[in-house]
C-alpha cells in the first residue's frame, strides 16, 4: 500500500507512528507548511497514494483531506482531546480565538474522514458525543510506548517533574499554576517544570513561586528523559487530558504519579498513582509527599503497568490491521 503521511510536527509519538506504517508499506511523508510548494507536494501525494494518514484534525490536513475525497480515497485521522472543542471548559480556561476557528474546521473536516483513531477510551467517548461525526467510524488504538528507561540509569532524587507548554492558556489547562503553588509548600523539594515558554506566562508562574521551581523552558528528549530518571514524582494535574504521553514516559522511569482524575489520566494510571481534585495547591502538596514516602512501592508498579498495557508492537498490530481493512474495503 502507498500512504501519504501528513502531519505539522514530527513529535515523538508522531515519528513513531511514522515508522510504524514504513515498516509495512511504502510511505511519503510531509511536514506541513502553509506554502504554494508544500500544497503541490500535497497534491502530488494524493494523487500518488492509495490512502492518506494524518496527524491532528487541524489545518494541515484540509487539503489533504479535501483532495482524497474527491479522489475516492481513505483519509485516517488520528486525534484525541486536541481535537475536541469544549465550549464549558471553567475560567479561567475558557477556549482561544485559535479554537472557535478550530471548531469550525473539525465540524467539515470530520465527516468526511473514513476513521478517526483516538489514543484513549475517554477521548473515543468525547467524540461520540460530535453529531457531526459517525460514531462507526471511531476507533480507539492505545498509545503504545517502547522501553525507553532501558537506556538510563536511574539515579532518584527528592525532585518533582511535570511536563508542559507554559501558555496563557495552558498554565490552568495543564495544571501549572497547581503544580508551582503546591511547590512553595514543600520548600524541601526541588521542582522542575519543563516546556516551551509562550509569551509571559512563565512570568506568572514565576511571581507565585520562584524559589524551588526550575523553569527548563524546552529541552531535548535526552535532557527530558534524564530529568525523569531523577525524578520520584511525576505530577500531571490537568483539567484534562486526552491521554498523558509525558505521564507514562515518567512512568517508565518509575516515577510514582500524582495526577487529577481528568480525562484519561485514569486510564493510564490506574492504581499505581495518587489522585488529587483539579487546581488544589494544599492535596497536590500532601500528595507528592505522601508520593515521595511510597515510591520503593509504588514505583515498580508504575513501570510495569505501562509496560503491559500500552507496548509498541500493540499498537503497532492494530494500527496496521486498521489499515489493511480499510484498503482492502476499497478494493
Known amino acids: 500500500m502507498k500512504i501519504l503521511f501528513v502531519h505539522n510536527s514530527l513529535r515523538t509519538f508522531v515519528k513513531l507512528d511514522l515508522d510504524i506504517l514504513s515498516s509495512a508499506h511504502e510511505v511519503k511523508q510531509i511536514t506541513f507548511r502553509p506554502t504554494v510548494r508544500c500544497l503541490r507536494d500535497i497534491a502530488e501525494g494524493v494523487s500518488w497514494c492509495d490512502l492518506v494518514f494524518g496527524w491532528w484534525a487541524s489545518w494541515h490536513m484540509l487539503a489533504p483531506t479535501v483532495l482524497a475525497r474527491k479522489q475516492g480515497k481513505p483519509v485516517v485521522v488520528v486525534g484525541g482531546h486536541y481535537d475536541i472543542i469544549y465550549d464549558n471548559l471553567p475560567k479561567p480556561l475558557g477556549m482561544s480565538v485559535r479554537d472557535k476557528l478550530r471548531r469550525s474546521l473539525i465540524q467539515f473536516l470530520l465527516p468526511q474522514v473514513d476513521r478517526y483513531v483516538t489514543n484513549s477510551d475517554y477521548s473515543a467517548i468525547q467524540a461520540r458525543k460530535l453529531p457531526f461525526l459517525p460514531r462507526d467510524r471511531i476507533v480507539r488504538i492505545y498509545h503504545g510506548l517502547p522501553d525507553i528507561a532501558a ?43 519543563v516546556g516551551d515558554w509562550q509569551g509571559a506566562a512563565v512570568e506568572t508562574l514565576k511571581n507565585w513561586n520562584n524559589q524551588n521551581v526550575a523553569y527548563t523552558g524546552f529541552v531535548p528528549t535526552q535532557d527530558l528523559y534524564e530529568a525523569m530518571g531523577h525524578a520520584r514524582v511525576y505530577v500531571q494535574a490537568s483539567y484534562l487530558e486526552g491521554f498523558g504521553l509525558a505521564l507514562a514516559e515518567a512512568m517508565l522511569f518509575q516515577s510514582v504519579p500524582v495526577v487529577t ?31 515521595c514516602a511510597c515510591w520503593p512501592i509504588m514505583a515498580p508498579r508504575a513501570r510495569d503497568r505501562i509496560l503491559s498495557l500500552f507496548p509498541l508492537e500493540r499498537r503497532k498490530a492494530e494500527l496496521l490491521a486498521l489499515l489493511e481493512s480499510i484498503y482492502q474495503q476499497r478494493h
Not at 496563557?168 to 489547562?173: E, M
Open 151 to 193: 537506556g538510563y540509569p536511574l539515579a532518584k532524587t527528592n525532585t518533582v517533574l511535570t511536563v508542559g507548554t507554559v501558555g496563557k492558556y495552558q498554565i490552568y489547562q495543564k495544571g501549572l499554576a497547581a503544580f508551582v503553588r503546591a511547590a512553595s509548600l514543600l520548600p524541601e523539594l526541588g521542582f522542575i517544570l
Open 261 to 291: 482524575t481528568g480525562g484519561s489520566l485514569p486510564e493510564v494510571v490506574g492504581d499505581t498513582g495518587l489522585y488529587v481534585p483539579y487546581d488544589d495547591p494544599p492535596a497536590t502538596a500532601e500528595a507528592i509527599r505522601e508520593a
